[in-house]
């Protein structure tokens, strides 16, 4: 069974305060303290502070954040909760496919599990700075949009990551070498952003195309921290060998 407790909560843009205090109440339920809140309404609003119940204190808990990027930087995995699929939204799983991703993963890693405005999500900008999406498949019938309340999304979530499984084991990510945050790579996807440009690799109008790639690549393979490093000093060195390059 996951250790709940590595999981991080990511509320990006929420704009109702009731869910912002019902999402603490889900999250007290499952053992989860880690409230991360990008650009939030008011979350000591009366309605937050009622639909809290007694997970009140985790309002006061949460980080406030400026930027998504800023409240994954520490993170070893970050998962958007997202309903759109799309070209540019990468490879979408559905929710009870999760947990095996996780079990994977060496034992001090954190995750971080996003989710978006009550209105309309997450921006496919937002999806591609998350190493993994997935989805809560539901069947949209009687004229629904398929997507569901913040507070059910989360509970819906945290239930799938509670639910004991068992899986075949894989050697090969059964490494101890710690995985790198994600401010690491962040700053590689920063460091090839700029070589590409060098190069005149990309497209500058869909400069986002390769940058969701390479994310999605760099997920798959989970480097680990010295692995991430000697990219980054490859690309550098790279970096530095074309500056001047008329390309």
């Not at 109440?25 to 939030?40: H, Y």
């Not at 496919?124 to 999304?153: F, K, M, R, Y």
């Not at 945290?158 to 894989?170: F, G, N, P, V």
Request: charged residues 20%; glycine residues 6%; aromatic residues 4%.
């Amino acid at each position: 069974m996951i250790d709940l407790s590595k999981f991080a909560i990511v509320l990006v843009a929420p704009r109702q305060p009731g869910n912002i205090g019902a999402v603490c109440r889900a999250m007290a339920n499952f053992g989860v303290t880690d409230l991360r809140l990008v650009n939030p309404c008011d979350r000591f609003h009366p309605e937050a502070v009622k639909f809290a119940v007694d997970a009140k204190l985790l309002l006061g808990q949460a980080s406030l954040h400026e930027t998504l990027s800023d409240a994954l930087a520490d993170l070893t995995m970050s998962i958007a909760l997202t309903r759109r699929c799309g070209r540019l939204r990468g490879e979408l799983y559905p929710i009870a496919e999760v947990q095996p991703l996780i079990t994977t993963l060496p034992e001090q890693s954190r995750i971080g599990l996003v989710f978006g405005r009550e209105d309309c999500g997450l921006s496919t900008e937002e999806v591609a700075q998350c190493s993994h999406a997935a989805t809560i498949p539901t069947s949209g019938v009687l004229g629904s949009t398929g997507s569901l309340n913040l507070a059910q999304a989360v509970v819906v979530t945290l239930y799938e990551m509670s639910c004991e499984r068992t899986y075949e084991k894989h050697e090969c990510f059964d490494s101890v070498e710690p995985l790198p945050p994600q401010n690491d790579t962040d700053a590689l996807m920063s460091q090839v952003d700029q070589l590409v440009d060098l190069v005149g690799y990309t497209n500058p109008s869909r400069p986002e195309v390769f940058s969701g790639m390479l994310r999605s690549l760099l997920a798959k393979a989970r480097p680990n921290v010295k692995e991430l490093n000697m990219l980054r000093g490859v690309v550098e060195q790279l970096s530095k060998s074309v500056q001047g390059w008329p390309g």
